[in-house]
């Protein structure tokens, strides 16, 4: 995963003086009450302008690679312009290190000007949201969000196909029958759901396994859910009972990742 390889490289990155990396996380989150007025630009002038001051008295050479920093990093905010995740979190140097991260989970405001990068905080997110795979159910259709951080990866959507008894992405399926075959496939997959959910969890075992999701969360109706959960090497973390397929995507993961 992206983020594991990030985390692997910069671990063994050691600068010399007077170049440092800048470890920033910045909390941009528009929904926290306290960031409404777009608090995060007032702490990172804040931060910026302490670190300066500091910089300034002690090492000066220190302090022409901080304005470096700033201005490419203000010039990277500035293009940005309202469209801001939850949260940022950045590695900079002045030497070349430039690895800018969206996030959609939140996170605390933290500067760090150190020689090596400050990873904690981003090895603490990594383990409280995981690689994760939401299975949405409903009738015979079925999403998997994948996200990793909070943040949406990849989006399939799955149909039945009742002439030949498989599970299809929709992409490549055929137009959606008129309503007297819809309540067919209705019928179809309520009489014969049992088997049909089973090959769906055949089929979901193998992609956890070829995508190493760290967790599967199911929503949708408690029997669906519970079928999977029965035939699934791979274990379920939760399972919600809530009809989410139609949804927003990015709103469904919002809500399910407090739930789940």
């Known amino acids: 995963m992206a983020i594991d390889s990030l985390i692997n490289k910069l671990q063994y990155v050691q600068l010399e003086p007077p170049d440092k990396i800048l470890s920033l996380y910045l909390n941009t989150d528009m929904r926290d009450p306290e960031q409404q007025g777009g608090e995060w630009k007032i702490a990172l002038k804040s931060g910026f302008s302490r670190l300066k001051e500091y910089l300034a008295a002690s090492d000066p050479e220190e302090e022409k690679c901080l304005d470096g920093i700033r201005a490419k990093m203000n010039q990277y905010l500035n293009a940005m312009g309202k469209d801001m995740p939850r949260s940022l979190v950045f590695f900079v140097s002045d030497s ?17 000007w150190e020689e090596t990068a400050v990873l904690d905080q981003l090895k603490g ?37 009742m002439i030949n008894e498989s599970w299809k992405n929709s992409h490549s399926a055929v137009d959606k029958a008129p309503p007297f075959e819809e309540n067919r496939m209705r019928e179809h997959v309520t009489e014969n759901q049992s088997r049909l959910y089973k090959r769906l969890a055949a089929s979901l075992d193998q992609k956890a396994a070829a995508k190493r999701w760290e967790r599967m969360v199911i929503a949708g109706d408690k029997e669906t859910a519970d079928i ?19 949804e927003n995507e990015h709103k469904v993961i919002e809500h399910l990742i407090k739930e789940a």
């Open 125 to 161: 997110l990594r383990q409280t949201y995981p690689s994760t795979a939401f299975i949405l159910t409903q009738q015979h259709e079925v999403k998997i969000i994948e996200t990793v951080l909070g943040k949406i990866e990849a989006v399939e959507r799955y149909e039945y196909d």
């Open 228 to 246: 999977l959960d029965q035939h699934m090497n791979k274990p379920i973390h939760s399972k919600i009972q809530k009809n989410l397929l139609n």
């Open 96 to 112: 070349g290190i430039w690895e800018p991260i969206k996030l959609q989970v939140p996170e605390d405001t933290r500067f760090y």
